[in-house]
T-cell receptor, first 110, second 114 residues
Framework: DSGVTQTPKHLITATGQRVTLRCSPR?????VYWYQQSLDQGLQFLIQYYNGEERAKGNILERFSAQQFPDLHSELNLSSLELGDSALYFCASSANTEAFFGQGTRLTVV | AQKITQTQPGMFVQEKEAVTLDCTYDTSDQSYGLFWYKQPSSGEMIFLIY??????QNATEGRYSLNFQKARKSANLVISASQLGDSAMYFC???????????FGTGTRLTIIP
C-alpha cells in the first residue's frame, strides 16, 4: 500500500459528460501529481500541485482542470469527455525524491 | 528535452534467473534522478528504486539493483533470482532538479516462466 488513495477505482461515463477524480496523498506529502496512461500515449504527466498551488503543467487539455484543497487532497475534473479520454488516471504524491502512486482510476468513456 | 528509451518491449525469463531491463536516457542537465516502477496486471504503479545523478554507488533495494553508467547515459534495472510475482510491466523514468515531474519510457513487459 503506497498510502495514496484514489477514488473511484472505475468509472464508466458517456461522451460529453463531466467527471471528478479524487486523490488523497500520503500523510505529510505536499506535492500531488496527475498522470494519464493510455495505450497510444503511454504515461504522460498532466499537472502538479504543491501545497495548494499549481506548480507545473504538462500535456493537460483545456477541458481538464485540477485543484488541491487546504487538506492537500486533490481533484481532477474532466469535462466534455471524448472516447479518446478513456485511460487510467494516476495520482502520485511525494515529499522529496520518490513519487508514490495511487491505484489509479480507470475511466471508460462510451 | 528529456527522453527515456526502453528498447525491450517484452522479455521472457526462466524463474530464478537474473534479468536485466535496459534503460537509456537523454538529458543535457547535470542534476537528475532515475527511477524504476513496476506495474502488475492489476494496474498500480509500484516504486522500486531510485538513483541520483550524483550518487557514486549503484542503488540497491533487496533483489533490485540499478546499474548506473553515467557516461553511457544508461540506468539498467537488474532483478536477481527472479520470481513468478516479478511478471509485470516495468517503467524507467527520470526527473530533473527543480522539475519534479516524471518522464517515463514506454515500458518492458517481463514474463517469468516457471
Amino acid at each position: 500500500d503506497s498510502g495514496v488513495t484514489q477514488t473511484p477505482k472505475h468509472l464508466i461515463t458517456a461522451t460529453g459528460q463531466r467527471v471528478t477524480l479524487r486523490c488523497s496523498p500520503r500523510s505529510g506529502d505536499l506535492s500531488v501529481y496527475w498522470y494519464q496512461q493510455s495505450l497510444d500515449q503511454g504515461l504522460q504527466f498532466l499537472i502538479q500541485y504543491y501545497n495548494g498551488e499549481e506548480r507545473a503543467k504538462g500535456n493537460i487539455l483545456e477541458r481538464f482542470s485540477a485543484q488541491q484543497f487546504p487538506d492537500l487532497h486533490s481533484e481532477l475534473n474532466l469535462s466534455s469527455l471524448e472516447l479518446g479520454d478513456s485511460a487510467l488516471y494516476f495520482c502520485a504524491s511525494s515529499a522529496n525524491t520518490e513519487a508514490f502512486f495511487g491505484q489509479g482510476t480507470r475511466l471508460t468513456v462510451v | 528535452a528529456q527522453k527515456i528509451t526502453q528498447t525491450q518491449p517484452g522479455m521472457f525469463v526462466q524463474e530464478k534467473e537474473a534479468v536485466t531491463l535496459d534503460c537509456t536516457y537523454d538529458t543535457s542537465d547535470q542534476s537528475y534522478g532515475l527511477f524504476w516502477y513496476k506495474q502488475p496486471s492489476s494496474g498500480e504503479m509500484i516504486f522500486l528504486i531510485y538513483q541520483g545523478s550524483y550518487d557514486e554507488q549503484n542503488a540497491t533495494e533487496g533483489r533490485y539493483s540499478l546499474n548506473f553508467q553515467k557516461a553511457r547515459k544508461s540506468a539498467n534495472l537488474v532483478i536477481s533470482a527472479s520470481q513468478l510475482g516479478d511478471s509485470a510491466m516495468y517503467f524507467c523514468a527520470m526527473t530533473h532538479f527543480g522539475n519534479e515531474k516524471l518522464t517515463f519510457g514506454t515500458g518492458t513487459r517481463l514474463t517469468i516462466i516457471p
